[in-house]
């Protein structure tokens, strides 16, 4: 018997993996978190499956419900929204299941973030703009956040940052970064990104309260803030594939001459 904590995706049933797809096909239990995990994936699940939303339950229940398909022999689907790794509570579900003995493994899923990204066809990491990507969130009434993982201090770095749980903390967003990035600095609100009531804000620092005031988002979305969400197409081309740039795939110009001269040397007739 084994639990697969299997991540969903952020909502379009088909972004989620084949593997998490095939294990939540074959898997008699699935214990699914509620809202956040479209039905399109539950529907995966085999018929006579039991199928639970956990939304509104706590971790001893979840692990009770657990530990009974375990004394079953069942496999169960832990299906989470987005990645299991990223907000997803499911360190301390694991350390429940390393003291009852039971095993498990964890299914990789395509994140909010990356999905945004897709999106709103951006690159997240541009050369001599960003090459670096926060995923933070900021403390409301969840956990507090530890020291020096604060957005002041990630701001200080002009990364591109992903603040996720945040829709509702805007006044802080906007009033701790707009020192860092200026008030012009492109930020897109992402609101349930892939699935059917997706909505896509573009406004900046300055206007970031307004336009999500105005649209009545107060859950569900992630916060883009960045210089490469800018509509400017002037950046630099990476080094990845400029012809002068050699890697252990790729000869240099000159070595690629002198790589096809050999090549037709030993061509018969080739140098004829």
Known sequence: MTVYFIGAGP????????????LIAKCPVCL?????????????APEGALIKDTAPMNLDEIIEDINTAHKDGKDVARVHS???CLYGSVAEQMRRLDQLGIDYEVVPGVSAYAAASAVIQ???????????IILTRTAMKSSAMPNNEDLDT?????????IHLSVRNLKHVQETLTPHYGEDCPVVIAYRVT????????????????????????RTALILVGHVLADDKDFIDSKLYDPDFVHVLRLGKDKKKAAAVEHEANVPGGLD
């Open 11 to 22: 909502g379009a049933p088909d972004l989620i993996t084949i593997r998490g797809r095939d």
């Open 32 to 44: 699914y978190a509620g809202s956040l995990v479209p039905e399109g994936v539950i529907a995966f």
């Open 82 to 84: 987005g990645d299991p």
């Open 122 to 132: 951006k690159e997240l990491t541009l050369p001599e703009v960003s090459q670096s």
């Open 154 to 162: 990630f701001g200080k770095s002009g990364a591109t940052l992903a």
């Open 195 to 218: 699935w059917p009531d997706e909505l896509i804000i573009r406004c900046t620092l300055k206007d970031v309260r307004e336009k999500a005031r105005e649209a009545k988002i107060t």
